[in-house]
């Protein structure tokens, strides 16, 4: 079953000086089933980030509809919008979005404080905090852990709330290699227990952990490859042999 469906797509924006048209989206369609991992791939300026936006409700398309669970975006009033992103959606970004102040348990805590859930916190801290590894790091505040520590804590804060998506940006873009492969490893845990994620980034190792790879380029769904049987090596070499092809074409 569909839980997310992208119809017909278009972003067009205004440029505030000479009131120039630019089309970061011009057709895009898409559907992901309830328990995907999906992620989108492509070029700096191919609209990836754009669409992500769109999905997240932060920006509105000018032209198509996005529709979880059966209901559209655009029916949504903008008074409920914050309540409807923090009750169904749940955001992983590349600079981790941490508050300081907090320490990394009120971090994880604070979409279900601003939503009035405070039934049972310290439960649902800790339980979230030992899938990903974090138990013992509650107290510490974000200046005193690793930027892998971070990005579990923010992992931990979008899986809180039990969304319908995690929409994840560039995940791993700050992240040293070890705590790439720590991150993505527990991607595939979350997912593997029925979390749907759909994530953008650049990195063919990131990506060559999802089940499916969208590729974008200008303005549209260009290409999609499917993990099928292979494993995380095999689909690293379809990312690559994709986006070697995209690059050939493109010269030509």
């Known amino acids: 079953m569909a839980i997310l469906e992208v119809q017909g797509v278009k972003k067009i924006y205004t440029t505030r000086l000479g009131g120039n048209k630019v089309q970061a989206l011009s057709n895009v369609n898409f559907s992901v089933e309830e328990g995907?991992?999906?992620a989108i791939m492509g070029e700096s300026g191919s609209g990836k980030t754009t669409l992500l936006n769109i999905l997240a409700a932060l920006d509105k398309p000018t032209a198509g509809s996005i529709v979880l669970e059966g209901k559209k975006l655009s029916d949504i009033k903008e008074a409920q919008m914050a309540a409807f992103r923090r009750d169904n959606l749940g955001f992983?970004?590349?600079?981790?979005?941490?508050i300081d102040t907090f320490n990394l348990k009120d971090?994880?805590?604070l979409p279900l404080v601003l939503s009035g859930k405070l039934d049972d916190l310290d439960e649902k801290a800790?339980?979230?905090a030992a899938k990903l590894g974090?138990?013992?790091l509650l107290n510490k505040f974000p200046y005193e852990v690793s930027g892998g520590q971070k990005q579990r804590a923010a992992?931990?804060?979008?899986?809180i709330t039990n969304p319908k998506i995690i929409l994840a940006d560039e995940p791993t873009g700050a992240l040293d290699s070890k705590s790439t492969d720590s991150l993505l490893d527990i991607f595939e845990k979350i997912?593997?227990?029925?979390?749907?994620?759909?994530?953008?980034?650049?990195?063919?190792?990131?990506?060559?952990?999802?089940?499916?790879?969208?590729?974008?380029?200008?303005?549209?769904?260009f290409h999609q490859i499917y993990r099928?049987?292979?494993?995380?090596?095999e689909m690293y070499q379809k990312i690559t042999d994709t986006l070697t092809a995209i690059t050939t074409n493109d010269r030509q």
């Open 134 to 136: 974090i138990s013992e």
């Open 126 to 128: 800790e339980k979230v």
């Open 92 to 98: 992983v970004f590349q600079d981790f979005n941490l």
């Open 36 to 38: 995907e991992y999906v």
């Open 228 to 233: 099928g049987n292979s494993n995380n090596h």
């Open 191 to 221: 997912n593997k227990d029925g979390q749907t994620i759909l994530m953008v980034t650049h990195s063919v190792k990131a990506a060559s952990h999802a089940g499916r790879v969208l590729f974008i380029k200008d303005g549209e769904v």
């Open 107 to 109: 971090n994880i805590l």
């Open 155 to 159: 992992a931990a804060r979008a899986l």
